[in-house]
């Protein structure tokens, strides 16, 4: 895709770190649509006059982009500068990563997150989905029973499956991205395997349960108890992983869903 030959930048104001401020004019394009995935960025030379800083400059902020999932430096291709990236959930999963690996964020925060999205998301797809993807969902649900008589990846792997056909029957990709990016962070502090279950065969018989009661709801066009059903499933998941005085704070969250 060609270079957009109206795109200007401005020149970077003294003092400041300049890199910073080229990251978030190009930024900016990007995020209100200058810039699409595809487009290319000036070549390194144009960056610098349009700029006014120096090569190296240029590709410090370069580096940031890139680091940040935005673009992908192209500084060989005699076509021009960077690529301009589509939308990855990748930087999404990363600054939730780091937000933990920091200790700003704990499991408690992460599941409490779930449980609003993934609960409200099984309410609207009560309210919203077609039969196709009723259907979907149902295919899903059947791909989980017999998944009970395999090993825990499988039943894993097939519940994964489940919430993505829910996620796909209300058509909102924000809160499908959310969902995907939380479910992957909160088994990643979990360290959900099943050799951490008592009895991990139980575990998988009683969320399949869980998952029959959410598509029986959304079958029914029944909201409430959509919501109950998927809080309820997640707060079975993780709350033996979790202290007495944290599960206190995620109680409420099942207690409420009837107020969907």
């Known amino acids: 895709m060609p270079k957009d030959e109206t795109l200007r930048f401005t020149p970077v104001p003294r003092p ?6 080229i990251v978030e004019q190009v930024e900016n394009a990007i995020y209100t649509g200058q810039l699409v995935p595809g487009a290319r960025l000036p070549s390194e030379r144009e960056l610098m006059a349009q700029f006014g800083v120096s090569r190296a400059t240029v590709r410090e902020a370069l580096r940031v982009l ?9 500084r060989t291709d005699p076509g021009g500068g960077a690529e301009v990236l ?5 930087s999404l999963y990363k600054a939730l990563t780091s937000l933990v690996a920091m200790e700003q ?6 599941v409490q997150f779930r449980m609003v999205i993934e609960g409200n998301v099984a309410g609207l797809s009560a309210q919203l989905r077609s039969d196709d993807q009723l259907a979907a969902i149902e295919a899903q649900l059947a791909a989980m029973r017999t998944a009970l008589e395999k090993d825990y990846d499988a039943f894993a ?7 993505n056909a829910v996620n796909a029957s209300i058509g909102n990709p924000l809160l499908a991205v959310c969902n995907e990016v939380a479910r992957g962070v909160t088994i990643k502090l979990a360290g959900l395997r099943s050799a951490h279950r008592d009895d991990p065969k139980q575990f998988q018989a009683d969320q399949f349960l869980r998952h029959q009661e959410m598509y029986e709801a959304i079958r029914d066009q029944d909201s409430p108890t959509a919501v109950r059903a998927a809080r309820t499933h997640l707060y079975e998941s993780f709350e033996e992983f979790l202290p007495e005085e944290q599960r ?12 969907f």
């Not at 792997?157 to 919430?163: E, K, L, Q, R, S």
């Open 86 to 90: 589509p939308f990855s959930t990748e």
């Open 248 to 259: 206190d704070q995620l109680r409420p969250l099942v207690r409420a869903a009837g107020e």
């Open 66 to 74: 890139e680091a940040g999932g935005l673009i992908r430096s192209r």
């Open 105 to 110: 964020l704990d499991l408690l925060a992460v």
């Open 157 to 163: 792997a097939a519940d994964v499956a489940f919430h």
């Open 16 to 21: 400041t770190r300049a890199y910073e401020v």
